[in-house]
């Protein structure tokens, strides 16, 4: 007795020594990002496009890449939910429960899930030279609706696969048809969906590798899908390669601003899921 009563000490513990240490991480790196960029921030940095000689510590901001992200995480988000949610309602209203091709496609989300960033993008650029296109704000929104639709996918699927069985049943047996089986699975797996889109939304905005590849990079605002675009993550990846200190604080100024979003979008996300969760069955 005395043994297991030591055993729990110690490994509770460890869980407050790894907790602490995430926590200790997370603190460090938005110390950084904040103690850094933050004498760098201006009204001028969000509101201003890059103006010459920025490179080299002159006038203008970088509210290129703002909306270059906001154009292509808004596009592929509204891409990738109106190609996985049917997908996950196909998966689990459709088939049957232990269908060989609903393991088939799971086991190909969890292996899309995985493959980095970079990959897609060598895959979009690949395409776009076969095709003879040219580096855009399309190409970026395609190949970052193709990374976030496996992120969609998968947390949509295993909220929709905690969905009662039951309720499925019961709802055909009262003459329900499949679409209107639909409505009440889409009530009650809401919460899940707000937090796959955020899932998404932070993945999609903090990509570099695939829109390096295919979006291209520009000090302008991208006025039709052909023209290439900036991205935040881009912006902190050219300004922190500057030899210039000046530059280089822009940089940090730059990720604290997508730090700030991306907190944003998890408060929202948070407020969202709570607001969804009282519609669910108890």
Do not use: H
């Not at 407050?16 to 940095?45: E, H, P, Q, R």
């Not at 270059?68 to 808004?74: D, K």
């Not at 949610?85 to 689990?92: R, T």
């Not at 605002?221 to 990846?237: D, H």
């Amino acid at each position: 007795m005395k043994f297991k009563f030591i055993e729990e000490k110690i490994f509770k513990v460890l869980m407050y020594m790894a907790t602490l240490t995430v926590f200790g991480f997370v603190l460090s790196i938005v110390w950084t990002v904040a103690s850094k960029g933050w004498n760098a921030m201006s009204w001028d940095m969000i509101t201003k496009l890059p103006g010459g000689g920025f490179y080299i510590g002159k006038e203008g901001g970088f509210l290129n890449a703002i909306a270059g992200s906001i154009y292509i995480v808004g596009a592929s988000t509204l891409l990738g939910l109106s190609v996985s949610i049917p997908v996950v309602f196909y998966l689990n209203v459709y088939l049957k429960k232990r269908s060989k091709l609903a393991y088939a496609a799971r086991l190909a989300y969890d292996v899309l899930f995985g493959i980095p960033s970079i990959v897609y993008g060598a895959f979009g650029f690949t395409l776009m030279i076969y095709f003879g296109l040219r580096t855009s704000l399309l190409g970026g929104i395609i190949v970052v609706t193709l990374l976030i639709i496996p992120v969609f996918i998968r947390s949509m699927d295993e909220a929709a696969r905690q969905f009662p069985r039951e309720i499925l049943d019961a709802a055909y047996s009262l003459g329900a048809t499949r679409y209107e089986t639909i409505r009440v699975v889409l009530r009650q797996i809401a919460p899940g969906i707000a937090t796959a889109t955020l899932l998404s939304i932070g993945r999609a905005i903090g990509d570099a590798a695939g829109v390096m590849f295919t979006a291209g990079y520009t000090d302008s605002i991208p006025t039709s899908l052909s023209q290439p675009a900036a991205t935040l993550p881009l912006a902190v990846f050219f300004q922190m390669s500057s030899p210039v200190k000046e530059v280089q604080e822009r940089a940090y100024a730059a990720a604290l601003v997508l730090t700030l979003i991306v907190l944003a979008l998890s408060v929202a996300g948070r407020i969202i899921t709570s607001r969804f969760s009282k519609n669910k069955l108890k």
